[in-house]
Antibody
Framework: QVQLQESGPGLVKPSETLSLTCAVS????????WTWIRHLPGRGLQWIGY???????NYNPSLQNRVTISVDTSKNQFSLKLTSVTAADTAVYYC?????????WGQGTLVTVSS | DIQMTQSPSTLSASVGDRVTITCRAS??????LAWYQQKPGKAPKLLIY???ILESGVPSRFSGSGSGTEFTLTISSLQPDDFATYYC?????????FGQGTTLEVK
């Protein structure tokens, strides 16, 4: 059974970079697709983007200029970086396995953007 | 972007009830629709994909139907474990979008 676990700071200051990691067990990040999603308060779930087994990425156009997803095969994890954050980026961030259909999800981690 | 609208936002029901949740797309998405279940503090769980295909291990009381712009998730006989929030998600266009969620609560 694939398990995913998000980790990272729960509080980020405005204009700084949000950095999260998703540790994967039960599968290899070298295969398949790996996705980040967030749940914005009062606005619902938003797809952030994914990375595939070759390292190719696809991002939500509304976040394209600020987001980077990468994979660390040595640690079997993948990461999210979101630059120049504002209060609007406050959300629960989820990582998931899959591209179109999200087969397995992490439990999510709350990130608050505040000074 | 394709907008996904779920109804109702909240549904009150009792164990044993048959319940139906609707998801409407702002344009046709063929059958490229998934349903997820989420309980408080837990990871969302995939229930159904391609509108009607049950994910392995999901109880057969769950079913999905529809195509084009209108879809339904039906639970044939509600069990205590089914009280949760349900989301639909379209994957017809690469900007994948979700419904706002339907919370199924105890009546």
């Amino acid at each position: 059974q694939v398990q995913l676990q998000e980790s990272g700071p729960g509080l980020v200051k405005p204009s700084e970079t949000l950095s999260l990691t998703c540790a994967v067990s039960g599968d290899s990040v070298s295969s398949y697709y790996w996705t980040w999603i967030r749940h914005l308060p009062g606005r619902g779930l938003q797809w952030i983007g994914y990375i595939d087994s070759s390292g190719s990425t696809n991002y939500n156009p509304s976040l394209q200029n600020r987001v980077t997803i990468s994979v660390d095969t040595s640690k079997n994890q993948f990461s999210l970086k979101l630059t120049s954050v504002t209060a609007a980026d406050t959300a629960v961030y989820y990582c998931a396995k899959g591209q179109l259909v999200l087969e397995n999800w992490g439990q999510g981690t709350l990130v608050t953007v505040s000074s | 972007d394709i907008q996904m609208t779920q109804s109702p936002s909240t549904l009150s029901a009792s164990v044993g009830d048959r319940v139906t949740i609707t998801c409407r797309a702002s344009q046709s998405i063929s059958s490229w629709l998934a349903w997820y279940q989420q309980k408080p503090g837990k990871a969302p769980k995939l229930l159904i994909y391609k509108a009607s295909i049950l994910e392995s291990g999901v109880p057969s009381r769950f079913s999905g139907s529809g195509s084009g712009t209108e879809f339904t998730l039906t639970i044939s006989s509600l069990q205590p474990d089914d009280f949760a929030t349900y989301y639909c998600q379209q994957y017809n266009s690469y900007l994948y979008t979700f419904g706002q969620g339907t919370t199924l609560e105890v009546k």
